[in-house]
């Protein structure tokens, strides 16, 4: 597997056990560069697997990340599937 799918997998697997959390301390505690973890998490926002939410409490903007839901990942064929059976 090429590094760049390793690392993706890895700050995924981190952004799905602590949702809501930025960059800066992403990059800290996975203790990887602030760059790595920023073209990681692009690349899974381009998938449609994690989104973005920005905060402001002052001056300064924070990007926080969260994993996308698995019901919003599914194929719409399959959702649909999903809410007759709750139906019945």
């Known amino acids: 597997m090429e590094k760049k799918y390793i690392t993706e997998e890895k700050i995924y697997r981190f952004v799905c056990t602590n949702p809501g959390i ?9 203790k990887m560069s602030g760059g790595k ?3 990681a998490l692009s690349r899974l926002n381009q998938k449609g697997l994690i989104k973005f939410k920005f905060e402001r409490h002052s001056p300064r ?3 926080l990340t969260y994993p996308v839901s698995m019901f919003d990942l599914m194929p719409m064929v399959l959702k649909k599937e999903i809410l007759k059976f709750k139906m019945k």
């Open 22 to 30: 930025c960059t800066y301390i992403i990059s800290k505690k996975m």
């Open 37 to 39: 973890v920023r073209n």
């Open 61 to 63: 903007i924070k990007k």
